[in-house]
C-alpha cells in the first residue's frame, strides 16, 4: 500500500518537474501562473493535468486545437514514479534505523536528490546545457542528507566526488570541450557525492558504457559518425548513477567475489 503511494507521489512530482524543466532559465516561477496549450494558448483545466492519464486520455492530443502535446510529459512523469518507487524499496531497509519523521525525512532526501537529477538530465537533452544553479541545489541537498544521516562518510564521499570532477574536468580539459561539457563534470561530483564510494565508481563506469553505446546506435541510425559529439552526456551520468545507486553495492562485491 505504501509502496502504490509512493508511485502516485512520484508522478505528482513528475508533472511538477515538468513544468520546472520547461519554465527553468525563462525567468517564469514554477509556481505560479496556470499552464497553457504551447500552440493555442488554452489554459489547460485541472482534468487535463492529471500525471499520465491524462495524456492517455486525450491521446497526446491538446483538447482545445488538437495539437500534439510532447511525450517528454508522460515520460518524465512515469521515470519519477519508477524512480520514487525504486528508491522506496531501495532504501526501506535503511530507513527502518531512524524513527518516524526522519525516516520519513530520509525518503524526502532521496526523493529530492534524485527529482533535481532527472530535472538536469531532460534540460540537457532539451537543451544540450546543464543549468549550473539546478546542479548547484543538487550538490547542496547531497551534502545536507549526508550531514544528516550518514555523517561519517562525509570526508571520504566529498572525496570520491572530487575525484571525478577532476578526472571529468580534465577530460573537458584536453579535449577542450569537445567530448564533453565542465557542467557535466559538475553534475559527477553531485552524484559521486551523494553515491560515495564505491557506487560513485561503477556509476562512471556504466555512464561511459551507456553512453558508448546509444551514441554508437544513435551514430549508425543516422548513418553518419559524428565525432563532434551532439549527444548530451547528463541522461547517461543520470541513468549511470541510478543503476550504481539501485545495485552497486550488489555489482561491487559479485566482483570481488570473482577475483578472491
Ligand atoms: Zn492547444
Known amino acids: 500500500m505504501a509502496s502504490f503511494f ?77 524512480v520514487f518507487y525504486a528508491i522506496y524499496f531501495k532504501w526501506m531497509v535503511f530507513a527502518a534505523n531512524f524513527s518516524g519523521v526522519m525516516g520519513a525525512m530520509f525518503f524526502l532526501w532521496g526523493f ?19 543549468p549550473d544553479q539546478n546542479t548547484y ?30 578526472f ?7 579535449s577542450r570541450g569537445r567530448w564533453m561539457g565542465f557542467g557535466d563534470a559538475k553534475l559527477f561530483f553531485g552524484a559521486g557525492l551523494f553515491l560515495g564510494w564505491p557506487q560513485a565508481l561503477l556509476a562512471l563506469f556504466f555512464s561511459f558504457w551507456i553512453g558508448a553505446i546509444i551514441s554508437i546506435a544513435v551514430a549508425l541510425w543516422r548513418k553518419k559518425l559524428n565525432l563532434k559529439s551532439e ?18 553495492d550488489a555489482i561491487y562485491f559479485w566482483h570481488l567475489n570473482l577475483l578472491i
Open 112 to 130: 529530492a536528490f534524485w527529482s533535481i537529477f532527472l530535472v538536469s538530465a531532460v534540460y540537457d537533452l532539451r537543451h544540450k546545457i546543464l
Open 6 to 82: 509512493v508511485l502516485i507521489l512520484g508522478l505528482i512530482v513528475g508533472s511538477f518537474l515538468n513544468v520546472v524543466i520547461l519554465r527553468l532559465n525563462t525567468g517564469e516561477s514554477a509556481m505560479t501562473g496556470r499552464s497553457r496549450c504551447f500552440s493555442c494558448g488554452a489554459q489547460l483545466q485541472w482534468f487535463d493535468l492529471v500525471p499520465l492519464l491524462s495524456f492517455l486520455w486525450l491521446r497526446g492530443k491538446c483538447r482545445t486545437c488538437g495539437s500534439r502535446i510532447s511525450c517528454q510529459y508522460p515520460l518524465v512523469e512515469l521515470s519519477t514514479g519508477l
Open 137 to 166: 541545489l543538487l550538490i547542496i541537498i547531497a551534502l545536507l542528507g549526508i550531514i544528516i544521516f550518514d555523517r561519517e562518510r562525509l570526508w571520504p564521499s566529498v572525496a570520491i566526488g572530487g575525484a571525478l570532477f577532476l
Open 231 to 248: 549527444i548530451p552526456f547528463a541522461p547517461f551520468i543520470f541513468l549511470g548513477s541510478f543503476i550504481a545507486f539501485l545495485w552497486g
Open 168 to 174: 571529468f574536468a580534465g577530460l573537458w580539459f584536453i
